[in-house]
Nanobody, 124 residues
Framework: QVQLVESGGGLVQAGGSLRLSCAAS????????MAWFRQPPGKEREFVAD????????DYADSVKGRFTISRSNDKNTVYLQMNSLKPDDTAVYYC?????????????????WGQGTQVTVSS
């Protein structure tokens, strides 16, 4: 049974930091491309960052480059998203996702497994 469980969300002031965690079970995160997406209120789900196991590379949305860092702990089967210098525009529900094979299309429709999401709210 595959399960992804996000945690670490909350309310922070602009300029603050949060660290999100995604604990995976039923799959080995070390052999999956893992990603973070987010969905702001009233908007479409958007890509934030990924960690592609096959190529051992990471990608970031332009809006978070230099502020967010995706990483993984293989022994804990957990993926993290360190978020620094948070802005009100970062307010969203953040979702962890996984897929077994990389694709040219980085969109959410290419991901197989999803967590339930964790709310991040950044006040001005």
């Amino acid at each position: 049974q595959v399960q992804l469980v996000e945690s670490g969300g909350g309310l922070v002031q602009a300029g603050g930091s949060l660290r999100l965690s995604c604990a995976a079970s039923g799959l080995s995160a070390s052999r999956y491309t893992m990603a973070w997406f987010r969905q702001p209120p009233g908007k479409e789900r958007e890509f934030v960052a990924d960690d592609i196991w096959l190529s051992r590379t990471t990608d970031y949305a332009d809006s978070v480059k230099g502020r967010f860092t995706i990483s993984r702990s293989n022994d804990k089967n957990t993926v993290y998203l360190q978020m620094n210098s948070l802005k009100p525009d970062d307010t969203a529900v953040y979702y962890c996702a996984a897929k077994s094979r990389p694709t040219m299309n980085p969109g959410p429709e290419t991901y197989t497994y999803w967590g339930q999401g964790t709310q991040v709210t950044v006040s001005s």
